[in-house]
């Protein structure tokens, strides 16, 4: 990697300042040739990591004011020479100097190039390094903290400490082949059983949270189905504390499907507003209604409103039985009117729990908040120094790995010749190390690190 790469690190835009960002050898020789410091001091390791103050020229123009922070490998986020231009946050002061560094031998870099380094140069393994991209990404208070958790290392610390598990007990098992070559017997495996039953147990017990955390990182997919007019876009407006979708008392008026992204307590809440699911006979509102059904069923959450004010009728015996075949919560709204709703018959009809609220008197919402978070986190919502799996490629490798482990279990129980039984176990232990990025394929890396923007 002997090439040095240079992108705009900041969002581009007006703003106060930019940044543009070399990393490779030559960084610090390549500003050194446009960048005048004003102490007019020679720029060595006694500048490492501060920030200089100068101008920048291209020729005899002058192009800007900057700030410069030079970094010397090997402490760098990307173990190689590292460079910080703090220009203002101008798109042509940001250009100008960028084209400076490609003029004086950078290259461009590519999408997550800057991390891909650091990755490949060891600073950080994979899933830390896709930690990286979950913190840039991330939207909510939860998949900020579970991304700077995985960026910290306590996922791969668990990773490892697997991995040394698994390390141990084949290292047993090729012990044992050799030996049973040596002696004609075999050595008893009693312990190589209890280790790998402990193992599967708390790869179990990981991959069983794994849930969770992929809820913590992407949010949960909610959709709000009920009748026309029972007040879905009237709740949908009070957890989004704004006026987005049209609330009308003229049944059928959202005819598509209204997507929002909301934060609710720290969870992002992923929500489709559906067209009232009714029988219609209006074609477009058809559609909305067929795009309401499929959504429902593939939301991890439906919020089923009824109408207190009004009885039980047959679209809401339609609405109850998609709902009761999927995870939901039941809500009976507009308490601020008379009732009219049987609650114990509905409450006979329904596996799932029932809240009181009014949309249009902002009343029950936080307890609607609370049956979510009891619902996906048990009450409460733990994750500090906690492993975590967030993503479905460490899911995936994990779940493998599982299978390999308990494969080879299977075989050891059922007595096979412990020759023949290594092969899984080695196999375990190389799916696992996937997630921390080893023997990964550059097709894989490519695709991942084609995630992140270009100058991080
Ligand atoms: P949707 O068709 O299910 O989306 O229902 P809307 O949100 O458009 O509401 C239909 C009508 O019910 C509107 O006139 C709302 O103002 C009214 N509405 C919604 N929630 C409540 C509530 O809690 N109490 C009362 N009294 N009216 C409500």
Do not use: W
């Not at 903290?145 to 090729?174: M, P, T, Y």
């Not at 049209?246 to 609710?264: S, Y």
Request: proline fraction near 1%; charge should be negative; hydrophobic fraction near 40%.
């Amino acid at each position: 990697m002997e090439n040095t790469i240079v992108a705009i690190a900041t969002a581009t835009g007006e703003s106060g300042i930019g940044i543009v960002r070399l990393s490779g050898e030559k960084s610090i020789d390549i500003v050194k040739n446009f960048f005048k410091p004003y102490d007019k001091k020679e720029i060595d390791e006694k500048s490492n990591r501060m920030m200089k103050y100068g101008h920048i020229y291209d020729k005899d123009e002058l192009i800007d004011e900057v700030m410069v922070c030079f970094m010397f490998a090997p402490h760098t986020y990307t173990r190689e020479n590292i460079v910080e231009i703090f220009t203002h946050g101008g798109i042509v002061c940001l250009k100008r100097v960028l084209n400076l560094c490609l003029e004086n031998g950078a290259d461009l870099a590519e999408k997550g190039e800057f991390t891909k380094r650091a990755f490949l140069n060891g600073r950080l393994d994979l899933s830390q390094a896709e930690g990286v991209i979950d913190l840039i990404k991330a939207k909510t208070e939860f998949s900020h903290k579970s991304a700077i958790n995985q960026l910290e290392g306590h996922l791969s610390k668990k990773i490892k400490e697997f991995r040394e598990e698994l390390l141990d007990i084949l290292s047993f098992v090729e012990y044992s082949i050799n030996f049973t070559e040596d002696m004609q017997e075999e050595l008893p495996f009693d312990n190589v059983i209890l280790k790998t039953e402990k193992l599967m147990a708390e790869m179990e017990e990981l991959l069983g949270e794994s849930n969770k955390g992929k809820i913590l990182k992407d949010g949960i997919n909610v959709s709000i189905i009920g009748k026309p007019n029972v007040g879905k876009s009237s709740l949908l407006n009070r957890i989004l504390r704004q006026e987005r979708a049209i609330v009308t008392d003229i049944a059928g008026t959202t005819r598509d499907l209204i997507k929002e992204d909301i934060e609710l307590s720290g969870i992002k809440l992923n929500i489709n507003d559906t067209a009232g699911i009714r029988d219609t006979a209006d074609v477009v509102e058809k559609i909305g209604v067929q795009k309401s059904i499929e959504a429902s069923e593939n939301s991890d959450l439906n919020l089923v409103l009824f109408d207190i004010s009004r009885e039980l009728d047959e679209e809401d015996e339609k609405i109850i039985n998609l709902a009761n075949t999927t995870k939901s919560i039941g809500i009976l709204n507009k308490v601020d009117l008379d009732k009219k709703l049987n609650e114990e018959k509905l409450k006979e009809k329904v596996n799932f729990e029932l809240i009181e609220i009014s949309a249009l008197k902002n009343e029950g919402i936080s307890k609607l908040e609370q049956a979510i978070i009891d619902m996906f986190f048990d009450g409460k919502i733990e994750i500090k120094d906690k492993a975590l799996i967030t993503n479905v490629r460490h899911e995936n490798s994990l779940k493998s790995s599982l299978e390999y482990l308990k494969s080879f279990y299977a075989d050891l129980k059922n007595m096979v010749p412990i020759d023949c039984c290594e092969v899984d176990l080695r196999r375990a232990y190389e799916v696992l190390g996937e997630i921390i990025g080893e023997n990964i394929s550059e097709n894989i890396l490519d695709n991942i690190f084609s995630n992140f923007c270009i100058g991080k």
